[in-house]
């Protein structure tokens, strides 16, 4: 099974991304967009996994307190062939201690886990190709500041349905009451 650890996101902060995607869209020749039920914060990919019962025990062992994020910003990775867009996190302490705890846990356990910086953002779109003139200040401006409220960590598998990528939860943990929502 193909698994990533994710932070799942409310119907409100959806709404808020698919429309900013809907403008996105609209200005862009070609891309891939992320469907609106895909959408999720990304903690830790493991890629093919069969060990269920390891990684539930990790993301217990791991699970910190309930804290907030906040959406800030608009960018792109630029990549041959169109770029990926997405919308940022603002730095957060709490996060980043909850993805190191993760991290820790899941190699204590064996789990191969990427060395690199976390940079934490919600992918929009990919292989995107934008139309001339698109203005991106602007564009960056349609998706203001937002609270994401984030009280459980979850275990995705990433499928293929009937050719359409779909993300589905197999567990989830809470995190521990008592953090700053």
Same mark, same amino acid.
Request: glycine content about 8%.
């Given at each position: 099974?193909?698994?990533?650890?994710?932070?799942?996101?409310?119907?409100?902060?959806?709404?808020?991304?698919?429309?900013?995607?809907?403008?996105?869209?609209?200005?862009?020749? &070609?891309?891939?967009?992320?469907?609106?039920?895909?959408?999720? +914060?990304?903690?830790?990919?493991?890629?093919?996994?069969?060990?269920?019962?390891?990684?539930?025990?990790?993301?217990?062992?791991?699970?910190?307190?309930?804290?907030?994020?906040?959406?800030?910003?608009?960018?792109?990775? /630029?990549?041959?062939g169109g770029d990926i867009w997405w919308c940022g996190? #603002?730095?957060?302490?709490?996060?980043?201690?909850?993805?190191? &705890?993760? /991290?820790? &846990?899941?190699?204590?356990?064996?789990?191969?886990? #990427?060395?690199?910086?976390?940079?934490?953002?919600?992918?929009?779109?990919?292989?995107? +190709?934008?139309?001339?003139?698109?203005?991106?200040?602007?564009?960056?401006?349609?998706?203001?500041?937002?609270?994401?409220?984030?009280?459980?960590?979850?275990?995705?598998? &990433?499928?293929?349905?009937?050719?359409?990528?779909?993300?589905?939860?197999?567990?989830?943990?809470?995190?521990?009451?008592?953090?700053?929502?």
């Amino acid at each position: 099974m193909r698994l990533f650890l994710a932070i799942e996101l409310d119907d409100a902060v959806k709404n808020q991304l698919c429309t900013a995607m809907d403008t996105l869209r609209a200005n862009a020749r &070609s891309g891939n967009f992320t469907r609106r039920e895909n959408l999720h +914060l990304t903690l830790v990919f493991l890629g093919e996994q069969t060990r269920l019962d390891a990684i539930k025990a990790a993301m217990e062992e791991a699970a910190g307190p309930a804290f907030s994020l906040t959406l800030a910003g608009v960018g792109k990775f /630029c990549r041959e062939g169109g770029d990926i867009w997405w919308c940022g996190i #603002e730095k957060s302490p709490t996060l980043t201690a909850l993805y190191a &705890s993760l /991290c820790a &846990s899941l190699r204590k356990r064996g789990f191969p886990v #990427e060395a690199r910086e976390y940079r934490p953002h919600l992918t929009l779109g990919r292989q995107v +190709l934008i139309q001339p003139g698109f203005d991106e200040k602007a564009f960056a401006a349609t998706i203001p500041p937002a609270a994401v409220k984030v009280q459980a960590v979850s275990l995705m598998q &990433s499928l293929r349905v009937n050719g359409r990528l779909l993300y589905k939860c197999l567990y989830r943990t809470g995190l521990q009451d008592g953090g700053a929502l």
